[in-house]
């Protein structure tokens, strides 16, 4: 993006002009002679330029299982070959998040594990020795080892005998992990080059490196043309990465990130890998509850990958076509299968009872989500990014798909990010801008009887607005009430209905091997199984009964009812003024000559700056529904973890044969005899906090219902009549002529 077409820059150009005029003109005229005035401009300059000083930021994070091609993916959106493929297995299992910055450098923030979250992994690993129900078999080898890979690259050693175990917590570690215990948790270094950038990157998460264990997250800013405008993206760990550490932040991104896009490999299609991460792994369960269900994308990578012998079900020539003719084939038969695919997922989040209005529209959300199947190998080899001598049958950039997944970010950048800033910041000012015009020419004509005449008509008329108003959002307060109690109703039933779950929930933990139960409670009740790459949570299973049940009546609240309560407010509002500006035109008409104009512009720039506020109250709205939505979803399972957690301590405890039993004589019963506790807690926390939303939505009808009225009282103050340019002050005079003009958003 050209510096000319940046929005952020075209807003900052104009406030720069705007301030300039303000200190020139506005300033001398307004600070000794309308003091109150000239701070409440003042306060909103300082205002637009803190906005601009910190333009909307958008994470998307991209989720997907290990081996999906995302790393490739994600140097191909960016330039370089930022992450390298497959030098080894944890180089990308931590969180990359990588940032624009417009000085040109590159930046890299490591954040690492505290020494009492080592101690931890120590812990673990220490209990993982103890003797279990037997000999330890591929699935308890493999959580042994996963944890020794860590504790021999932290410390520097082999672990070959149990002599050594004891005195484990005691061994030095190596001078570069002492180095981060005895610092910071988060080392910031700068780069000049890029090179530069990744080969210290690379040092810290090869394998050989001993502090690789440690990375929970990496930060990464650079001169990334793709994610100007604001994006950040978060290439998060393999959702069948086995450090515990990692996946917990893995699921923490996916619960709070308002973009998610799903990356898989075609090869297996949406119903493998697809399926396995937005079914079995509730990532969809959980972006609908989180309320990100709508910002969904779908990238299928290795569209490269296809070979010949499936030409004819493509309807591909195998004699006369080339291989860029079947991958451009290939393509579009995966967005066809993608779809259904995606409708069938929505379809298995709903209940009987939920066939209506809400789950059509998610429905129809799934068929219209963006999907992508590109070839980053072949993207990164035709623009140079990585040399290849492999042939991938491309040679058209646009063939990849790569260019389309860019144009999606700069899209997002524009609609939510950067490019929202820039808008907003340029109404403001030209707000601002005819608020002071207004103002000033309400005060040369201040001598005219037709002003004062004017003047208290339309005061009337505003106090008719005030309280028309008033009854307005009255009544959005106490539809706001209603909504919120009908749906704490539907959720009460589903609470009822929800405690018979629990039995079921319980009895399947008997399947669990006996070293991934051990693994689970000393975590709290969470663990991916190494072997498997399953993801075990005991919490959720115990809330499962009711999140299974909940997305679709819980879109319908969140979404459907209270953006229907937001916007019939917004109409509501936007009737009252456009009836206050309806009798000001009459008023205007009776006036009559070359004021009617004048006055009937100025109502007109009220509906317009009454539209632009509506909308900011609307995005506000939508914010603190989003923040209170993804708490109310997160904090069930959180609630039913702080129950079970005095179980899950007695159970770590338990070793040797019969184990197991033990466990589970621990487990079920607390968890049967808690179900009603934990539901219970629920039902009180979601009402404590849908009062709390309830009241923040509240407070932002009543200030729009304020801006509302006193932008029809500057109207009244400030009308705009003929005005005898011989009468007007020159400081006046010049102030008007001087203001800058308008500036194309």
């Given at each position: 993006?050209?510096?000319?077409?940046?929005?952020?820059e075209k807003?900052?150009?104009?406030?720069?002009r705007?301030?300039?005029?303000f200190?020139?003109?506005?300033?001398?005229?307004?600070?000794?002679?309308?003091?109150?005035?000239?701070?409440?401009?003042?306060?909103?300059?300082?205002?637009?330029?803190?906005?601009?000083?910190?333009p909307?930021?958008?994470?998307?994070a991209?989720?997907?299982?290990?081996?999906?091609?995302k790393?490739?993916?994600?140097?191909?959106?960016?330039?370089?070959?930022?992450?390298?493929?497959g030098?080894?297995?944890?180089?990308?299992?931590?969180v990359?998040?990588?940032?624009?910055?417009?000085?040109?450098?590159?930046?890299?923030?490591?954040?690492?594990?505290s020494?009492?979250?080592?101690?931890?992994?120590?812990?673990?690993?220490?209990?993982?020795?103890?003797?279990?129900?037997?000999?330890?078999?591929?699935?308890?080898?493999s959580?042994?080892n996963?944890?020794?890979?860590?504790?021999?690259?932290?410390?520097?050693?082999?672990?070959?005998s149990?002599?050594?175990?004891?005195?484990?917590?005691?061994?030095?570690?190596?001078?570069?992990v002492?180095?981060?215990?005895?610092?910071?948790?988060?080392v910031?270094?700068?780069?000049a080059?890029?090179?530069?950038?990744?080969?210290?990157?690379?040092?810290?998460?090869?394998?050989?490196?001993?502090?690789?264990?440690?990375?929970?997250?990496?930060?990464?800013?650079?001169?990334?043309?793709?994610?100007?405008?604001g994006?950040?993206?978060?290439?998060?760990?393999?959702?069948?990465?086995?450090?515990?550490?990692?996946?917990?932040?893995?699921?923490?991104?996916i619960?709070?990130?308002?973009?998610?896009?799903?990356?898989f490999?075609?090869?297996?299609?949406i119903?493998?890998?697809?399926?396995?991460?937005?079914?079995?792994?509730?990532?969809?369960?959980?972006?609908?509850?989180?309320?990100?269900?709508?910002?969904?994308?779908?990238?299928?990578?290795?569209?490269?990958?296809?070979?010949?012998?499936?030409?004819?079900?493509l309807?591909?020539?195998?004699?006369h076509?080339?291989?860029a003719?079947?991958?451009?084939?290939?393509?579009?038969?995966?967005?066809?299968?993608?779809?259904?695919?995606?409708?069938?997922?929505?379809?298995?989040?709903?209940?009987s009872?939920?066939?209506?209005?809400?789950?059509?529209?998610?429905?129809?959300?799934?068929q219209?989500?963006?999907?992508?199947?590109?070839?980053a190998?072949?993207f990164?080899?035709?623009?140079?990014i990585?040399?290849?001598?492999?042939?991938?049958?491309?040679?058209?950039?646009?063939?990849?798909?790569?260019?389309?997944?860019?144009?999606?970010?700069?899209?997002?950048?524009?609609?939510?990010?950067?490019?929202?800033?820039?808008?907003?910041a340029?109404q403001?000012i030209?707000?601002l801008?005819?608020?002071?015009?207004?103002?000033?020419?309400?005060?040369?004509?201040?001598?005219?009887?037709?002003?004062?005449?004017?003047?208290?008509?339309?005061?009337?008329?505003v106090?008719?607005?005030?309280?028309?108003?008033?009854?307005?959002?009255s009544?959005?307060?106490?539809?706001?009430?209603?909504?919120r109690?009908?749906?704490?109703?539907?959720?009460?039933?589903m609470?009822?209905?929800?405690?018979?779950?629990?039995?079921?929930?319980?009895?399947?933990?008997?399947?669990?091997h006996?070293?991934?139960?051990?693994?689970?409670?000393?975590?709290?009740?969470?663990f991916?199984?190494?072997?498997s790459?399953?993801m075990?949570?005991?919490?959720?299973?115990?809330?499962?009964?009711?999140?299974?049940?909940?997305?679709?009546?819980?879109?319908?609240y969140f979404?459907?009812?209270?953006?229907a309560?937001?916007?019939?407010?917004?109409?509501?509002?936007?009737?009252?003024?456009?009836?206050?500006?309806?009798?000001?035109?009459?008023?205007?008409?009776?006036?009559g000559?070359t004021?009617?104009a004048?006055?009937d512009?100025?109502?007109?720039?009220?509906r317009?700056r009454?539209?632009f506020?509506?909308?900011?109250?609307?995005?506000?709205i939508?914010?603190?529904?989003?923040?209170?939505?993804?708490?109310?979803?997160?904090?069930?399972?959180?609630t039913?973890?702080?129950?079970?957690?005095?179980?899950?301590?007695?159970?770590?405890?338990?070793?040797?044969?019969?184990?197991?039993?033990?466990?589970?004589?621990?487990?079920?019963?607390?968890?049967?005899?808690?179900?009603?506790?934990?539901?219970?807690?629920?039902?009180?926390?979601?009402?404590?906090?849908?009062?709390?939303?309830?009241s923040?939505?509240?407070?932002?009808f009543?200030?729009l219902?304020?801006?509302?009225?006193?932008?029809?009282r500057?109207?009244?103050q400030n009308?705009?009549?003929?005005i005898?340019?011989?009468?007007?002050?020159?400081?006046?005079?010049?102030?008007?002529s001087?203001?800058?003009g308008?500036?194309?958003?």
């Open positions: 993006m050209l510096e000319k077409d940046d929005p952020i807003a900052r150009s104009a406030l720069r705007t301030e300039q005029w200190a020139d003109r506005v300033e001398p005229v307004a600070s000794a002679g309308h003091p109150d005035e000239w701070k409440r401009w003042q306060r909103e300059l300082d205002d637009i330029r803190d906005s601009l000083a910190r909307q930021v958008v994470r998307i991209l989720v997907g299982t290990t081996g999906a091609g790393s490739t993916l994600l140097n191909s959106l960016l330039g370089i070959q930022l992450l390298q493929v030098v080894a297995q944890s180089i990308t299992s931590f990359t998040l990588v940032r624009h910055a417009s000085d040109g450098g590159y930046c890299v923030e490591i954040e690492y594990e020494l009492q979250e080592w101690a931890a992994e120590v812990d673990r690993f220490l209990k993982a020795m103890a003797r279990g129900e037997d000999e330890p078999d591929g699935e308890a080898k959580i042994l996963n944890l020794r890979k860590r504790i021999e690259a932290v410390h520097g050693i082999k672990l070959d149990a002599t050594e175990l004891p005195n484990l917590h005691d061994l030095p570690v190596t001078p570069d002492a180095a981060i215990f005895e610092g910071s948790s988060r910031a270094r700068s780069f080059d890029p090179k530069s950038m990744v080969e210290y990157l690379r040092s810290v998460v090869r394998a050989e490196s001993s502090v690789w264990p440690l990375v929970k997250q990496v930060t990464i800013t650079g001169p990334f043309e793709a994610l100007r405008g994006v950040e993206l978060a290439d998060l760990p393999g959702t069948n990465d086995l450090n515990d550490a990692r996946v917990d932040v893995t699921r923490e991104f619960r709070s990130t308002p973009f998610v896009w799903l990356v490999s075609m090869k297996r299609g119903t493998k890998d697809g399926s396995e991460i937005l079914e079995r792994e509730k990532v969809l369960r959980t972006l609908v509850l989180s309320g990100s269900f709508n910002s969904l994308q779908v990238i299928g990578t290795h569209a490269d990958d296809v070979d010949w012998d499936v030409a004819e079900d309807g591909v020539d195998a004699e076509d080339t291989q003719y079947l991958v451009r084939a290939y393509r579009r038969h995966f967005v066809e299968t993608t779809r259904p695919a995606l409708v069938q997922m929505v379809d298995n989040l709903a209940s009872a939920d066939r209506g209005p809400t789950l059509e529209r998610m429905r129809k959300l799934a219209e989500a963006p999907i992508h199947a590109v070839s190998r072949a990164n080899n035709i623009t140079g990585v040399r290849s001598t492999q042939h991938f049958g491309l040679s058209e950039v646009e063939d990849t798909g790569i260019p389309g997944v860019i144009r999606s970010l700069r899209q997002i950048a524009d609609e939510v990010g950067a490019g929202l800033t820039g808008r907003t340029l403001r030209q707000n801008q005819a608020e002071i015009a207004s103002f000033f020419r309400a005060r040369a004509a201040a001598g005219n009887p037709a002003v004062a005449r004017a003047k208290a008509t339309l005061e009337e008329e106090r008719r607005l005030e309280d028309n108003v008033t009854k307005v959002v009544d959005a307060r106490a539809e706001l009430d209603q909504k109690k009908t749906f704490l109703g539907r959720v009460d039933q609470l009822k209905a929800s405690i018979h779950g629990v039995e079921r929930a319980t009895a399947g933990w008997q399947q669990i006996w070293a991934t139960l051990r693994a689970i409670v000393s975590r709290e009740g969470v991916k199984s190494p072997s790459g399953r075990y949570d005991l919490n959720e299973e115990l809330v499962d009964p009711l999140l299974n049940q909940l997305p679709v009546a819980w879109e319908a979404t459907s009812e209270l953006g309560a937001r916007d019939l407010l917004g109409r509501r509002l936007e009737d009252r003024v456009d009836d206050f500006v309806e009798r000001g035109r009459q008023l205007s008409q009776d006036i000559g004021s009617h004048l006055f512009h100025q109502l007109q720039t009220l317009g009454m539209a506020e509506r909308q900011q109250c609307e995005m506000k939508f914010e603190r529904v989003s923040e209170i939505r993804r708490k109310a979803a997160n904090g069930m399972v959180h039913a973890q702080m129950h079970m957690v005095p179980a899950y301590e007695q159970a770590s405890g338990e070793n040797g044969p019969g184990m197991k039993a033990r466990m589970l004589d621990r487990l079920q019963p607390a968890a049967r005899s808690a179900a009603q506790p934990i539901f219970n807690a629920i039902h009180h926390d979601l009402g404590d906090r849908l009062i709390e939303m309830e923040i939505v509240q407070a932002l009543e200030s219902g304020r801006v509302c009225v006193e932008q029809a500057l109207v009244a009308i705009n009549l003929d005898d340019e011989a009468r007007v002050p020159v400081e006046m005079r010049s102030l008007l001087d203001m800058p308008p500036v194309a958003t």
